[in-house]
């Protein structure tokens, strides 16, 4: 967390910008998108992937939270489809500053579907989130823009590291290199209804992501790059829509 003079505040854009610049670099650890659920299948959006060439990496369920995901790595970060499997978990009271679970209602409400995950650090002013699938002493620090659900909820990752430079003896498999090697950039469309943090400016401003905001609809789009650093195709969030560079 931030201070200045032993009190916590929120830093101005050009202030977070320049501690951007200085400090360890900031890097795009992982995005999630809320999906709905499918009783016994997996959500639509997987079968999407699949059929457009994409590997499953893992899944995993998050116990107290009320969440699952399937998660797609490529060698520097990885994408997480999520969704709700509990709904008393995720309303509760130990959940219910993430508003995940407005978020996870996003096509009645309108508020943000997505997570951006940062690593090593996050710069910003954060609150410590002990979500129940963690051991009691760790936490995630998540910024406190991410109290609005209207905004992404921007985190820390509790990994901190690539998915190419992961150590598990059996990691877990990534994109096939020769068709999906790295996520290259990012581009996230922000309703012009919904008022622009410092946070997202400032990562704008860094070229971490391109921030747009003369849509009415909450957008990602990701740039994927060939094993020679060629933009080959772009995935279109939260429809999961592949689209081939021409």
Known sequence: MLTEGGSEHFLPADKL???LMISSPIEIDHIFVFVDPVPDQDPLEAYL????GFIESYRR??????????????????????????E????????????LAERSQ????????????????????????????LPPEMSIPVACSSLNPLQPFIFQSPGGKRPDAWSQKKPPKRQDPGKFKEIAHIELDIPVSTPLTGDLTALN?????TLNQDTPHHAIRLSLTNPMG????????????????D
Do not use: M
């Not at 992937?49 to 457009?52: D, G, S, T, V």
């Not at 954060?126 to 699938?133: E, S």
């Not at 060629?230 to 560079?245: D, G, S």
């Open 17 to 19: 910008t320049s501690i």
């Open 49 to 52: 992937l699949q059929e457009a």
């Open 61 to 86: 369920n998050h116990p107290g939270q009320g969440t699952t995901n399937i998660c797609y790595c490529f060698d520097n970060a990885y994408l997480e489809l999520l969704w709700v499997n509990d």
């Open 88 to 99: 008393q978990a995720i309303r509760s009271s130990l959940i219910s500053n993430t508003r």
């Open 106 to 133: 996003w096509k009645s409400n309108g508020n943000s579907p997505f997570g951006i995950a940062l690593r090593p650090e996050l710069p910003f002013e954060t609150w410590d989130y002990q979500p129940p699938y």
């Open 205 to 209: 401003k860094i070229g971490l992501i």
């Open 230 to 245: 060629e933009i080959t195709h772009y995935l279109e969030l939260p429809a999961c829509k592949v689209i081939a560079v």
